[in-house]
Each structure stands twice: as structure tokens, then as C-alpha cells.
């Protein structure tokens, strides 16, 4: 049996997806390099898609194939993320409209924050132009989408 890697779980409707720290990710101080918090951001995002059951290859293949881009990030450092450390990538979506999705995401060490970003996405088809998300993309986001913005 070949074991599956962890496509993270939700609490409430946040999803919560466990990162350890490589080596490949820090500094020469052993400290998190500030722009490889995009790339747990990005897992984070990509992983709470796949738990809803949406995975990129599928929307490509789709009659009208679209993805994804992020439009705006603001992102605060607090503290830093060190080798070795188990970290969690949270994951919550607070507005869909038209083309466009706020997502608030943050990174935490035993309940820590250490990370935080507010992303704006956009659905876009092959051209690169926004579009509007597939139906079934809206119908599964819908139960997960949090009341309150951050």
C-alpha cells in the first residue's frame, strides 16, 4: 500500500494543513526565507481545493479550462520559522464574487502566529483574462466560505 500525502483537514471552515521546515527553505541563519512563505501559502491554498475535491488538472480540462492568479497580497511577518519546525498553513475563504476570491491565510508554530496574508485571486481562462469560476467550483467553495472578512 502506498501512503498518501496529507491533503491537511478542516476545522470548522478553516482548513489547517501540517508543513515541517526543510532546510531548503531557510536562510544560511536557519531561519524561513521570507518569499518561501508564498510557497506554503500557495500549498495551503492549493491543498484546501483538493479537500473540497477541486484539482487544477480538472479545471484545465474543463470545455472552458480556467486557473488560478493571485492579484493582491499583503502579507505580515511576526516572527520567524525556523528548521525543523511543524507548522501549520490555515486557510480561510471570506468572499467570492464574479471572478475574484479573498482568502486569509496564516502560518502558526503550536497555536503561534508567526505569518499572515490577506490574497485576492482570480479565476482567469487560457488567455490570461478573468472569467467567471465554473458552477461547480462556486456550488463546492459555497459551504466553506467564512461571513467575516478578516
Do not use: W
Not at 526543510?22 to 518561501?36: L, M, P, R
Not at 473540497?52 to 488538472?57: K, S, T
Not at 497555536?111 to 462556486?138: H, K, N, S, Y
Amino acid at each position: 500500500m502506498t501512503a498518501q500525502p496529507s491533503s491537511g483537514a478542516f476545522e470548522g471552515l478553516e482548513h489547517v494543513l501540517p508543513v515541517r521546515v526543510y532546510y531548503e527553505d531557510t536562510d544560511f541563519t536557519g531561519i524561513v526565507y521570507h518569499a518561501n512563505y508564498l510557497r506554503f501559502f500557495e500549498r495551503g491554498r492549493t491543498e484546501f481545493l483538493r479537500a473540497i475535491g477541486v484539482e487544477h488538472a480538472a479545471l484545465l480540462a474543463l470545455p472552458q479550462p480556467c486557473a488560478f492568479a493571485v492579484t493582491r497580497l499583503s502579507i505580515a511577518y511576526r516572527r520567524p520559522a525556523r528548521v525543523d519546525d511543524a507548522l501549520e498553513v490555515r486557510t480561510l475563504n471570506y468572499r467570492i464574487s464574479s471572478a475574484r476570491t479573498g482568502v486569509r491565510q496564516r502560518v502558526l508554530k503550536a497555536g503561534q502566529l508567526l505569518t499572515e496574508a490577506d490574497v485576492e485571486i482570480v479565476c482567469i481562462g487560457l488567455d490570461g483574462r478573468p472569467c467567471r469560476p465554473p458552477p461547480e467550483l462556486t456550488r463546492r467553495l459555497a459551504p466553506y466560505l467564512s461571513k467575516a472578512a478578516p
